[in-house]
């Protein structure tokens, strides 16, 4: 692919960047890369590169090309040192390497998430408003009876008061006719007797009385009969 | 090829042509270089997250002028760290182990701390020779002694730094070689020699990151007193 790419015809595209590959590259033996094992196979099989290698090394060491000196030992040392670090703590350094990037993009994520989540809550809050209104036809006449039941109260009232009123005046009328006949009838009632009393004269009396002793004596008669 | 102890501070050249500035350069060339994305692979991650933790350490202490520096400090701590380490492979040639090249960082910088205090502030860069609460009769004797001091700082950070990895590399050969003088005599003997040689590593490699830290370190501190 490299080499069939042509060289800056265009101006450089920045964005969008392809992305990276998920995994790196495999390397066996964290130094040789797999495409070696794989280019080997096919004429050597699976030992090969393994031959090759130990061939390698034979000779170098059996024609001395490779001299063992002091400082094959330090090289044993250190690379002794280095690949323990590695294998201990390869994973871990990984690990944290990836939890960094996980944190730079949950940072951002979550403006984003907040972002949304505020935006959906408005959205709701607008289809509630919306189905308020709808229901605002509803609210002016639940307010238009209410008033209307209010102005009859008050109708109802004055008029009450209205009637309260004039049957008072009437009942006082009344009363006031009343009074008078009664009154009258007082007073001819008292005329009357006054003249009656007048009028009797003493002989009157006396025949009156004695009129009465013999009633009173008839019956007494009666009376005794009966008991 | 038999090595004596002193050929691996010896400046390479091949067949007469110096290859002092490519060794010197080449360890930073293979850190992962700048990426135009915003979520990087392991080691990218990782770098930059290795950078930002050395300069928010070397920073901190220092004023808004201070930061300026910030480039070339964290990348000499980078150049010191990288070429310490990788000097430790066997076979290697190590650059810092050379007292000119050492030289040549410690004296322009100290020197432009130096110059930066004196020409901004020249009294207090002075002032600096006198430590705080000294009895009146001792002063003359200390501002000498302080001169001395300042002036012995190149001196001194130059020849810290060439003199422990110099000693360090120096050790190692002489306990591989005693391993592999040993090792036909007195197999045990050799096997503990093996070990002292383990735990030489490991000190070497802490002596290597540690002695770049302090370099630049040293450096921030004469900063801190002189912008």
């Not at chain 1, 639940?142 to 009123?165: D, F, G, Q, W």
């Not at chain 2, 003088?181 to 383990?198: A, D, Q, Y």
């Amino acid at each position: 692919v490299l080499h069939s790419r042509p060289l800056h015809t265009t101006q450089q595209c920045l964005a969008p960047l392809p992305p990276l590959p998920e995994k790196g590259g495999q390397v066996r033996h964290g130094l040789i890369p797999e495409e070696f094992f794989q280019f080997l196979y096919p004429k050597t099989g699976v030992t090969g590169p393994y031959m090759l290698g130990t061939g390698l090394l034979l000779y170098l060491l059996s024609k001395e090309i490779y001299v063992v000196n002091h400082e094959t030992v330090a090289a044993v040392c250190i690379l002794s040192v280095i690949i323990y670090g590695i294998k201990k703590y390869g994973a871990d350094v990984a690990a944290f390497a990836d939890r960094l990037n996980e944190e730079k993009i949950a940072k951002v994520s979550t403006v984003k998430n907040e972002a949304i989540k505020d935006l959906e809550t408005a959205i709701e809050q607008e289809k509630k408003e919306q189905w308020r209104v709808e229901g605002r036809s509803y609210l002016f006449d639940a307010k238009r009876n209410n008033i209307a039941m209010l102005l009859e109260a008050n109708y109802r009232e004055r008029l009450l008061m209205v009637y309260n009123e004039v049957k008072k005046r009437l009942d006082y009328q009344v009363a006031m006719q009343n009074l008078k006949r009664q009154k009258e009838q007082d007073h001819m009632i008292q005329w009357v007797e006054k003249n009656v009393v007048q009028s009797i004269t003493p002989q009157q009396q006396k025949e009156s009385i004695a009129k009465c002793i013999l009633d009173l004596k008839a019956l007494s008669k009666s009376a005794q009969a009966a008991v | 090829m038999n090595l004596s102890f002193f050929d691996q501070f010896a400046s390479p050249s091949l067949l007469g042509i110096p290859l002092i500035l490519i060794s010197t350069l080449f360890p930073p060339l293979l850190l992962p270089s700048l990426n135009n994305r915003w979520i990087t692979n392991r080691l990218s991650t990782l770098q930059s997250w290795f950078i930002y933790l050395i300069t928010k350490q070397l920073m901190m202490p220092l004023n808004k002028k201070g930061h300026k520096w910030a480039l070339i400090l964290t990348s000499l701590t980078i150049l010191l760290l990288t070429i310490n380490l990788l000097g430790l492979l066997p076979y290697t040639f190590t650059p810092t182990t050379q007292l000119s090249m050492n030289m040549a960082l410690a004296f322009p910088l100290w020197l432009a701390t130096l110059l930066t205090g004196l020409r901004n502030q020249p009294s207090t860069s002075i002032g600096h020779l006198l430590p705080e609460g000294t009895p009146t009769p001792l002063i003359p004797a200390l501002v000498m002694i302080e001169t001395t001091s300042l002036l012995i700082r190149p001196l001194a950070l130059g020849v810290r730094l060439t003199a422990n990895l110099t000693a360090g590399h120096l050790l190692i050969q002489l306990i591989s070689t005693a391993t592999i003088v040993l090792l036909p005599i007195l197999p045990t003997m050799s096997i503990l020699t093996m070990m002292t040689l383990l735990l030489l590593t490991m000190l070497e490699i802490a002596v290597a990151m540690i002695q770049a830290y302090v370099f630049v370190l040293l450096l921030t501190l004469y900063l801190q007193e002189n912008i």
